[in-house]
Nanobody, 126 residues
Framework: QVQLVESGGGLVQAGGSLRLSCAAS????????MGWFRQAPGKEREFVAA????????RYRDSVKGRFTISRDNAKNTVYLQMDSLKPEDTAVYYC???????????????????WGQGTQVTVSS
């Protein structure tokens, strides 16, 4: 069992930055790929970024490449999402997710993730 708790969301002006954190409990964090997804009002949840268990591989959706950076600290059981140059279209609830796997192939499909956090709101004003 893995419990995930996100933090770091908030209101920021366009062009600003936020750093999301996701703290995981349980002993499977280091054996899990971690992902960030987001869901805007009236839209489906979408993949944002993912990182493999050993940090050897990362993956991003095209619209955030060069602006967002995913990282993890296995000693702290925490995954981060650094978001720079934020745009109003980045406004959404951001969710952290864990997929128990030692594969470095990263999934963008939410159904393939095993555990989810409760989400944190990110609002970018224009």
């Amino acid at each position: 069992q893995v419990q995930l708790v996100e933090s770091g969301g908030g209101l920021v002006q366009a062009g600003g930055s936020l750093r999301l954190s996701c703290a995981a409990s349980g002993r499977t964090f280091s054996n899990s790929a971690m992902g960030w997804f987001r869901q805007a009002p009236g839209k489906e949840r979408e993949f944002v970024a993912a990182i493999s268990w050993n940090r050897s591989n990362t993956r991003y959706r095209d619209s955030v490449k060069g602006r967002f950076t995913i990282s993890r600290d296995n000693a702290k059981n925490t995954v981060y999402l650094q978001m720079d140059s934020l745009k109003p279209e980045d406004t959404a609830v951001y969710y952290c997710a864990a997929r128990i796997t030692l594969s470095v192939v990263l999934s963008t499909i939410d159904d393939e993730y095993d555990y989810w956090g409760q989400g944190t709101q990110v609002t970018v004003s224009s």
